[in-house]
Nanobody, 124 residues
Framework: QVQLVESGGGLVQAGGSLRLSCAAS????????MGWYRRAPGKQRELVAT???????DYADSVKGRFTISRDNVKNTVHLQMNSLKPEDTAVYYC??????????????????WGQGTQVTVSS
């Protein structure tokens, strides 16, 4: 199994910054795409940003120019630097990753895992 643990959420005023981090652990062989999603109150979960193993990135239009996603392939971590935060960025942010882990001596199993979520609240 692969576990994802997020950190870095909190309360910030509009215009401020936060940095989210997510660490993947387990018998990981490789991680393909890592990403951040969010769910605001009363809304469905939506993509915020993703990054591939070759560092190709994709962002939701609403965060382009304000958020930056990055990853460390050695430490199996992904980060989300959030600048110029707005009240509408308030949500629970979830880390996601997919790849393969070692499930036995000769066995390899694919995984797609989610973190437990971290609350980001932006006050106006």
């Amino acid at each position: 199994q692969v576990q994802l643990v997020e950190s870095g959420g909190g309360l910030v005023q509009a215009g401020g910054s936060l940095r989210l981090s997510c660490a993947a652990s387990g018998s990981i062989i490789s991680i393909n795409t890592m990403g951040w999603y969010r769910r605001a109150p009363g809304k469905q979960r939506e993509l915020v940003a993703t990054i591939t193993s070759s560092s190709s990135t994709d962002y939701a239009d609403s965060v382009k120019g304000r958020f930056t996603i990055s990853r460390d392939n050695v430490k199996n971590t992904v980060h989300l630097q959030m600048n110029s935060l707005k009240p509408e960025d308030t949500a629970v942010y979830y880390c996601n990753a997919d790849g393969a882990y070692r499930s036995g001596y000769y066995e390899r199993t694919l995984f797609a895992s989610w973190g437990q979520g971290t609350q980001v609240t932006v006050s106006s």
